[in-house]
């Protein structure tokens, strides 16, 4: 199964900047995507933004897309979330998750809540405020 720990997160001014860490282990990510997803208080878990691991395709929920960037790191089986102009409405818990292109790549895309994913994080905390 393997795991993954998200750090980074922290308390940020709105329009500031934060990067994320997404770390994986015990597991190669053969034909698997990672996302990024945000779970606001009250709110459902949605889709933020994933990265294809087979080929490299990124993908984002529109409302980030432009300020947000998924890239990785394959030296140090790491995933990240460089976030500029954040929003006070990034205020969640981030998670990343693991699973098939198919299952997690269209709530990146349309910010919708995933369904069964096969691996999640922990989640990091992200409070925007001046």
């Known amino acids: 199964q393997g795991k993954l720990v998200e750090s980074g997160g922290g308390l940020v001014q709105p329009g500031g900047s934060l990067k994320l860490s997404c770390t994986y282990s015990?597991?190669?990510?053969?034909?698997?995507?990672i996302g990024w997803f945000r779970q606001a208080p009250g709110q459902e878990r949605r889709g933020v933004s994933c990265?294809?691991?087979?080929?490299?395709?990124?993908y984002y929920a529109d409302s980030v897309r432009g300020r947000f960037t998924i890239s990785r790191d394959d030296a140090t089986n790491t995933v990240s979330l460089q976030m500029n102009d954040i929003k006070p409405e990034g205020t969640a818990v981030y998670y990343c998750?693991?699973?098939?292109?198919?299952?997690?790549?269209?709530?990146?895309?349309?910010?919708?809540?995933?369904?069964?994913?096969?691996?999640w994080g922990q989640g990091t905390q992200v409070t925007v405020s001046s």
């Open positions: 015990g597991f190669y990510l053969n034909q698997r995507a």
């Open positions: 990265i294809d691991m087979e080929d490299g395709r990124t």
């Open positions: 998750a693991k699973d098939w292109p198919a299952a997690i790549i269209p709530p990146c895309t349309d910010g919708g809540a995933p369904g069964y994913v096969e691996l």
